[in-house]
Structure formats: C-alpha cells, structure tokens
C-alpha cells in the first residue's frame, strides 16, 4: 500500500500537471481588457423567465500593444449562478460566454465556453445584500481572482481565473453609454474536467459520499483550503447520514466531483464571492460563533479555527499532520501570490488576514487545543447542573473546542464552546452557547483528539 506521504506529495502535485500545458487565456494573471458587446438589458430581463436565454454578441479582445482591438469574436451569452441571478442580490448577474463558431487565433482557441465574473452591482464596500451578505460592486471579482490564485498557488484543485476589465456595449442603449468595470474570467466546468483528465462528473444524484468516492488526502486537502478562504459557501457529504449544514439536502455544493479512468473521483473547488476574501464580514457570524472565543476577537480568525477544527472529527491524526505539512511547504507561494495579485487594498488585507490565521493555527501546537472528548458530555447555565444551556439540545459533540477556563467550581469548569458542528446554529439555534459561557465536567475536555 502507498505511503501517506507518498499520497499527499501527488495530492498536492500542481492542478495542471495532469495534461500537457497549452496556450491559454490562463496561462497567466496579468489583467485583460476586454470588450463585449450585446443586448444585456434584453437578457437580464428575459432570463428570469427562462434560465436558458441567451443573446448573440461580439466580444473584443483590447490588445494595447499594438494600439489597436483585435478582431471581435462572435459569442453567445446566458445568465449563470444559483443566488447572484436573483434581482435582490445582483442587478447585473453573473455570465456566461460561449463560442459556438470558436475562437481561433485567439488566447480563446480551443476554448468552447468561459465564465464571466461581473461587477454585481455598484453598491458600497459596507453595503452588503440582505439575504446572503455578498459584496455587490466591482472590488468583488478581483478579490475572487485572487481567491482562485491561491488556491493554485497551494496545489489545491480549482478552476483557473484570471482578473480582467470589461467594457459592456449595450445594443439595446438607453442612452447612458458603455459600462467599464472589474471582473474575472473563469474557466468552464466542462474545459476543467478535460484538464484533470476526466471522463465524467457526478451529480447531486449520482454522488454517495466522499468517505465512498474520493481519496481521504484528496477531502482533507479541500476541507483545509475552504478553512483557509474563510468559506462557508460549500457542502460535501463525508459519509452517510452526514447532516453538517446544508450537506443532506446538497451532497455537493460548489464543487465538482470529477471521474477518471481509474482511482477515486478527484472534488475541484470554486465559488469564492462569499468567502472572508471577498466579503468584509460574514452577516451569519453571530448566529454560529463568537468572537470572544479568542483573546484577539478576531472574527476571520475564529472562521478559521472553527472549519480547521471540525477536520479533526473527520481525519486521522496523521492525515491531518501530512495535510499540516504539506500546506505549510507552499506557505512562500501562497504569500507570494497574495503580493502579486490585482486586488484593491483591502481586499489584499482580508486576505491576509484569513491566510495569516490559517498559518497560524497549521504550524503550532493551538491545531490540537482541547475538545471535548467524552460522548454524554452536557453544557448548564450553572454549577448545580439545573439550567441546561440548551434544553433538550444541551448535548456537546465529541471534538467541540473548549476555551481556556474562566471559573473552577469542584469537577466543572466554565468555558466558552466553539460550535464547529453548526449544532446551535439555526434553524435549532441556542444562543446560550453561542453568547455566553457554560459550565461542562474538566475530566471531559483533552487536547489529544483524534488520538
């Protein structure tokens, strides 16, 4: 049998090694100007109707070095994405361009579709959407770009992204003019799958769970790399009966699960406009965590903590020292990525923020802090044990991070929990838990787990 180590060594072997490199639009990440013209008021509004409207358009490639555009490409273009197409979250929907007459002598040749990352809206930095809580203006694309960057950067399988500045001509004009904003060009699922090899992509349908279908270095791996985004915007199932978050309604959500000719199916990562990236604040945080669960109150770092945290209920201690390790060998490149990118300042600082605290918890001993350990385990209100913090719902789950204590009364200890399980979050939400201090037995909490 192989080697752990020789598994994660080819885990985290570069995303495009596995077909022979060819001239791309993604062949790097330097910004691209790019024209497109069509009747975008038209499709907005006729793709609330039907999903699979689409317009004829031309899209233009601006080549400034030789002081001219280059000849424009005949395209198709359709709406895209799950919550960006409602009108109450994006006026102006994510895209998707396709070349149905192709796109020789172009950094597009070969390239039969593309995804289009728009601006979303012109609303403020602090204005984020009711529903969701995403970044509706165009600091957001660049700020998913960068997300793709570092992902690549680290090893861990994405889709290729590449920042880019759009001008939208509008065939159907009210007089306002062109459009000039940020956005990220995006690879197709379809043109992802070829690269990694891949014969076919399993479905909501067709998916079992990851413990039956994938390579535990292959789930670790992306498990770590979403703790690292500060993202929450995405579901696998590990194993039957799995109910974290939104994992028994959508076994995969916001990744592909890719078949090869032989070995596991292989997951591929994306869907980043949510993530601490992007986004300033996650409008959910006090609804699942609290940030004085940390001496620095640092909410990306409790995001952080609490996802890297769950892996250990999910992972072998030695798995999660291997997946440790091999992070922290590509801890330069992802930081030179970080320095490299085009992406506003703040969005730079976010960033950091989220990869500073991921590296942080990776290279020391705070990865393994106490949990509890003792299934049975109940959280009260009082040293009496008459007040249970959440009724019937009082129950701790085995790997839930303990704080340090803040009172000792006989064999309890007061402590704040870390609900990495979502198990107070809604729609069963204990606010106890999440507001305020508990008291639980000290014989139940331990720092080796998983032993």
Known sequence: MPKLWLLLLLAFAPASSSVAATASVFDTYDLLELKLEAPFRELIAKAQQDENYAVAGKLTIVDKSGERDRDAIDVKISTRGHTSKQTSECEFPKLKIAFPQGAEGSIFAGTKAVKLGTHCGDRGDSELTRKYGRLANEKEPHREALAYRVLHALGVPTLRARPARVTYLFRDDDGSGPLVRNAMLLEDDDQAARRYGAKAQLTEDTFESAQSMMAPADVARLAFAEAMLGNFDWCLR????????????????????????????????????????????????????????????????????????????????????????????????????????????????????????????????????????????????????????????????????????????????????????????????????????VWIRSDAVASDYPR
């Open 238 to 437: 590990f194993e039957p009966g799995d109910r974290y978050r939104c994992d028994n309604r959508h076994p995969l959500w916001n990744m592909l699960a890719l078949v090869r000719d032989s070995g596991p199916a292989l997951p591929v990562i994306y869907d980043f406009d949510l993530t601490g990236f992007v986004v300033p604040r996650h409008i959910w945080f006090t609804q699942a965590f609290s940030e004085a669960f940390l001496p620095s109150r640092s909410q990306p770092e409790v995001e952080v903590l609490g996802q890297l945290q769950r892996t250990r209920s999910l992972f072998p201690r030695e798995l999660l020292d291997a997946t440790r390790k091999a992070f922290v060998d590509r801890k330069t490149e992802a930081l030179q990525a970080l320095r490299d990118a085009t992406v506003d300042d703040e969005g730079r600082r976010l960033a950091q923020s989220y990869v500073t605290a991921f590296y942080r918890f990776l290279e020391d001993d705070e990865f393994y802090r106490p949990v509890v350990v003792v299934k049975g385990t109940r959280a009260f209100l009082d040293t009496a044990g008459t007040r249970p913090a959440c009724g019937d719902a009082s129950q701790v789950p085995v790997g839930t991070p303990v704080g340090e204590p803040l009172e000792k009364n006989g064999a309890l200890i007061k402590v704040r929990l870390l609900d990495v399980f979502w198990r107070w979050a809604p729609p069963s939400e204990c606010k106890a838990i999440h507001q305020q201090p």
